[in-house]
């Protein structure tokens, strides 16, 4: 797929799909959307210690890169895996890290580390976080392991049908502990729905700027 990035409202970029007119993040603010959808309401959802974490979609590596600040910042160990089709080409993930370089350098030699890290090998990034960068398709993909939170960060259902499906919850719902949460950026009645046809329980609650509500599930 052709990306182009492109800056969105807190001045964090994003990337922008012409073939599928989609954004990988909100408009309103890439940095801020992550932070309010997969850090506030997923990550911090559950203050545990040893965090297992499971991405669907790892796109261009924001949330995994919050998600490391954050485990920093906290000195909690999180162990986070990443499913991602389609691995960005290294030029654009060049031209993302040298914007972080050049606006956000706090998180550049993070962004730095998660990007160039190999894939399908679990890499110690820093002393609190540990990454697994997985190519594959969810849909024919079968982990292994359980996990405590899952960040649903998908295309949207107009534009990936095929991964908002109860099929798709019921495996994902397969993966999780008891307790354990799935946060996502949809408020879509139908992805509500087929969460709750997978056997999860979830609530609407307020959405990042920009946007009314979001969905967090959770396994009883």
């Not at 979609?57 to 998600?67: R, T, V």
Request: net charge neutral; with cysteine; hydrophobic share 40%.
């Amino acid at each position: 797929m052709t990306t182009i990035v492109t800056v969105t409202g807190d001045g964090s970029p994003t990337l922008y799909v012409p073939e599928l007119n989609e954004h990988y993040h909100s408009m309103h603010g890439a940095i801020q959307e992550s932070a309010h959808v997969f850090i506030k309401n997923g990550l911090n959802r559950r203050i545990i210690n040893n965090v297992r974490l499971f991405e669907v979609g790892f796109g261009s590596g924001l949330n995994a890169l919050l998600s490391c600040n954050e485990a920093e910042n906290q000195k909690r160990s999180v162990y986070y895996h990443s499913i991602e089709k389609f691995p960005l080409q290294k030029r654009v993930c060049d031209e993302l890290q040298e914007y972080f370089k050049n606006n956000f350098p706090q998180l550049s030699e993070l962004y730095l580390k998660i990007n160039r890290c190999e894939w399908d090998k679990e890499i110690q990034i820093t002393n609190f976080f540990t990454l697994k960068k997985i190519k594959a398709d969810l849909i024919s993909y079968y982990p292994a392991g359980i996990y405590d939170i899952i960040f649903f960060d998908a295309f949207g259902p107009q534009v990936q049908p095929a991964m908002w499906t109860t099929e798709v919850f019921s495996k994902i719902a397969g993966m999780m502990d008891s307790s354990a949460v799935l946060a996502t950026y949809s408020a879509k009645g139908q992805v509500r729905r087929n969460l709750i046809s997978a056997g999860l329980l979830t609530e609407r609650i307020a959405g990042p700027p920009g946007k009314r509500e979001m969905l967090v599930a959770t396994k009883p």
